[in-house]
């Protein structure tokens, strides 16, 4: 039993992990942007210096800043990464890093500058070997033309020896190494990140999306990407904006674009792209314009885009995906190290997000709509809280370390060569750190995994953030779930329904399909033209099912069931079949039994007069013998009723066809009897000898012999068998015996017809003799009674179906049968038992010759 539970908890695991996400909520003072360019670039000299580094040269740095607090967050990363590892005496013993004041510009003041070859006066040349190692690292970004720019114009300059490394979103552009050979990109590009926003639609149930992404390489290779996904699982695009990258062309076309997101019955907008691009101006109008939707784009998209405060609705907001980073803890305490007076708690408040105790807060209101009402600036300093990162923050905190680690594996391969190369400087080029830095590959502090070989593909997990625009300039930002493509399918996406309800106030969002889902008995019926979500709902047809929802086909239930009324889900059909328990084919066992015990009576009281006259007088041998062929006529009716199998749907018709033929033929043969008794008045001895011998009995073995050479060959050529009937009765299954070869049960009940019309055709002959006991006009009277009832049976047989069709033959051989009882042999019965006085041979006689 233990090895069996240590089993399951160890096929759990991935979901077990998947389940602990830690909660983190981020506030932010909203800030107003400037329209144009949304995002300035920053430049960071990095180098490798020998001598020690104190904290007041962070401070003296850092006071030098003139820029607003917000582009400084990059500044505050960069020194307490610095500081970080010159704090560690395993990486970098007796050497310091150093960086050099930030500079901010703008796409277009930059291109400016490098027009006017204004640039190499910012940047320290690499002339000093005494003081740093012959190389420069520049931290560029978060913008990638700027990267481009600066590439460019280092490239120009020869006799800068410098590397690059980008902070910011990856840029397929930034990863042609022949382009740019000396451009080391922090972030990797985004695999899996169509992957987790489509797991995050279909938690929602979202099928019905629209899409703005920037009309450029970036933008088509994630719609790529997204489509690819989307076709897996049934999502549609309601539209696709490529928002073109040009500002010219795209307020051209500004209006149209608004008017399809406007007008789009998706609630559901996904958002790629450049923050510093187009898009972003047309975000900022889409939001000022009241465009009330649910974005969902990336971590970058993070920064404030609008100023207008917009009102708790737990059905709109923004979900951001961000790379997943372990916590990076500290942060704050050395940035207050620096100037306790500058960076106190409501700077840093405006700086960048911070995060607090959710738990605490959420155990003073039960959803984010009943705290937004204490959002103000104050009430937040007031609480626990720590400086988080930005994504571009990780980048450049890893970027630090990337240096760090290049530096010191350039130190062992000179210790390791001084003995080899006798004491030779070692080559400290940037070549050098280029051809290492691509090799890089380690565990930064916080957890990230870093590898600095572009050519590999990563697989990233992904925090999901939910942010809100609060009132008095207030941003939330909470996590609420967590995309591992490490786990498998079904288990990589995880969302934490109490954050997310703390948040929203709501576990449920505003759907977002193209067409209602169709329930259980409808199908999917799909327009000619139109997308795969987008479908109409039809009743599903007769007897046909469909038991979930969105089914593109119904299923026919299989012919022991039938649909119920909803028509979403099949019910077992009631096996009718005529049988003892019901009361019709109870009433007719009884009839049977009935008449085959008075049959049995009559046969008995027979036998016990059987020297009386009137039993002389009728063949006794041949009374018997149709008195026991008609007892048996009726006990055959009894293999009719019961569950049908293959042994008794034949034996009911072979069993009634010889039993009834030898009744037949009995009768034939007291009416051929009569016929030579009374009409040869003066016999010949050959003709006494027939009628005393009994050879005449052997005309119901010849007739006998005929009808069982016919069903010898029925059984042969095709048997009745079991046939089940499905498709008549809705509801209802009918089981009845199939006759088997048509002309086979024809011939044999054809033959029955033909030996009742040769036994009425002799009697009628015989029917005014001088017989006291009337034993022709009995006879005779007994077959058209016969005929009457096998004649009628024919059309009404064919016109019912079941149980029906099986009581109407049941009947038919009780009623036939009992026609021949009464009319042969009651009146004998009668004068037997009643009338003794006619029962003898003097009254015969007279009556004879009377």
């Known amino acids: 039993m233990f090895t069996l539970i240590l089993f399951y908890l160890l096929l759990n695991t991935p979901l077990l992990e998947m389940s602990f996400i830690p ?3 981020f506030w932010r003072m909203k800030k107003e942007e400037k329209d144009g360019e949304l995002i300035e670039a920053c430049f960071f000299s990095l180098r490798a210096v020998q001598w020690s580094v104190e904290k007041d040269y962070f401070s003296n740095l850092l006071d030098t800043l003139t820029q607003s607090p917000n582009k400084s967050q990059f500044s505050l990363v960069l020194a307490f990464s610095v500081d970080e590892i010159n704090q560690n005496p395993d990486l970098l013993p007796n050497i310091s890093l150093v960086f050099e004041v930030p500079y901010f510009l703008s796409v277009s003041e930059l291109k400016h500058l490098i027009h006017a070859s204004g640039l190499h006066h910012l940047f320290p040349p690499n002339y000093d070997c005494i003081h740093a190692l012959n190389c420069t690292v520049f931290l560029t970004g978060p913008n990638w033309e700027a990267s481009v720019l600066f590439d460019t114009f280092m490239s120009s300059h020869e006799s800068q020896q410098a590397l690059q490394l980008t902070y910011g979103p990856f840029h397929p552009i930034l990863n042609d190494y022949e382009q740019f050979p000396c451009i080391h990109q922090m972030a990797h590009e985004d695999t899996s990140l169509a992957m987790a926003m489509i797991s995050f639609l279909l938690y929602f149930n979202w099928k019905w999306v629209g899409l703005a992404v920037s009309d450029n390489e970036q933008g088509t290779q994630f719609l790529s990407h997204l489509k690819r996904e989307m076709e897996k699982d049934t999502i549609c695009f309601a539209f696709v904006n490529m928002i073109p990258v040009n500002m010219v062309v795209y307020m051209s076309r500004a209006e149209v674009y608004y008017n399809q997101i406007m007008t789009s019955s998706t609630n559901v907008v996904i958002l790629y792209g450049d923050t510093d691009s187009t898009l972003a101006v047309g975000f900022r109008m889409w939001e000022s314009l009241g465009i009330q939707k649910t974005w969902v784009t990336t971590s970058q998209w993070d920064v404030p885009t609008s100023k207008r405060d917009f009102t708790l609705d737990s059905f709109h907001g923004t979900s951001a995906f961000a790379h997943h980073h372990g916590k990076i803890s500290g942060f704050k305490n050395f940035v207050q190290t620096l100037n306790p007076l500058k960076y106190s708690d409501k700077y840093l408040a405006r700086l960048k997000w911070m995060n607090f105790n959710c738990e605490a807060s959420a155990s003073n209101c039960k959803t984010m709509k009943n705290c937004s009402t204490n959002s103000s600036l104050e009430w937040l300093v007031a609480q626990t809280f720590d400086m988080a990162f930005s994504e571009s923050c990780y980048d450049i905190y890893n970027a630090a370390h990337v240096v760090a680690h290049v530096i010191h594996k350039m130190i062992l391969q000179h210790l390791e060569n001084q003995l080899i190369e006798n004491g030779k400087e070692y080559d400290y080029s940037c070549s050098k750190m280029h051809s290492l830095m691509r090799k890089t590959n380690f565990t930064s502090p916080n957890g990230d995994k870093v590898n600095m070989n572009q050519k590999e593909k990563f697989q990233k997990e992904y925090d999901i953030f939910y942010i809100w625009n609060l009132p008095q300039d207030f941003e939330l930002k909470v996590k609420i779930g967590k995309f591992s493509p490490h786990f498998t399918p079904g288990q990589q996406f995880h969302l934490s329904e109490d954050m997310f309800e703390w948040a929203t106030g709501s576990r449920q969002m505003l759907p977002s399909v193209c067409s209602a889902d169709c329930h259980p008995g409808f199908r999917k019926f799909r327009q000619e033209g139109m997308p795969v979500c987008c479908f109409i709902c039809i009743h599903c047809p007769e007897n046909e099912i469909s038991n979930g929802t969105n089914m593109d086909l119904c299923v026919k ?10 028509q979403n ?12 328990e019901d009361p019709l084919g109870m009433a007719l066992a009884i009839l049977a039994l009935c008449f085959s015990a008075f049959t049995a009576l009559i046969l008995g009281i027979f036998l016990k007069h059987n020297d009386t006259a009137i039993v002389k007088a009728n063949n006794r041998s041949l009374s018997y013998i149709l008195l026991m062929s008609l007892m048996f006529c009726f006990l055959c009716s009894l293999l009719f009723i019961g569950h049908p199998n293959s042994i008794s749907c034949i034996l009911q ?5 010889i039993v009834f033929t030898v009744a037949i033929s009995t009768v034939l043969a007291k009416t051929i009897t009569v016929v030579l008794a009374f009409k040869i ?20 073995l010849l007739c006998t012999l005929i009808q069982i050479i016919l069903c010898s060959i029925w059984l042969g050529a095709s048997p009745p068998t079991v046939d089940i009937d499905a498709d008549s009765d809705h509801g209802h299954t009918i089981i009845v015996c199939h006759k088997g070869s048509v002309i086979a049960f024809y011939c044999v009940r054809g033959y029955l017809g033909c030996l009742a019309l040769g036994s009425f055709t002799v009697a009628f002959l015989a029917r005014n003799l001088a017989d006291t006991f009337k034993e022709a006009k009995f006879l005779t009277f007994s077959m058209p009674v016969l005929c009457t009832v096998w004649i009628t ?3 009404v047989y064919h016109s019912t179906k079941g149980k029906f069709m099986v009581a109407l033959e049941i009947f038919c051989i009780s009623s036939s049968s009992a026609g021949m009882l009464g009319c042969i042999f009651v009146p004998k019965f009668y004068i037997i038992l009643l009338r003794p006085d006619k029962n003898c041979l003097q009254k015969i006689r007279e009556k004879s010759y009377s």
Not at 557 to 566: F, G, H, L, S, V
Not at 569 to 580: M, S, W
Not at 653 to 657: A, L, M, N, S, V
């Open 569 to 580: 889900h099949c019910i077992h059909k009631a096996v009718i079949f005529l049988g003892f």
């Open 653 to 657: 018709q072979i069993t009634f066809g």
């Open 557 to 566: 239930c299989p012919e022991d069931q039938y649909a119920n009324t909803e």
């Open 793 to 795: 049976f024919l059309p």
């Open 681 to 700: 008045t003066t016999p010949a001895r050959r003709m006494r000898y027939i009628l005393v011998s009994g050879t005449l009995n052997y005309i119901i």
């Open 23 to 25: 909660s983190r909520c």
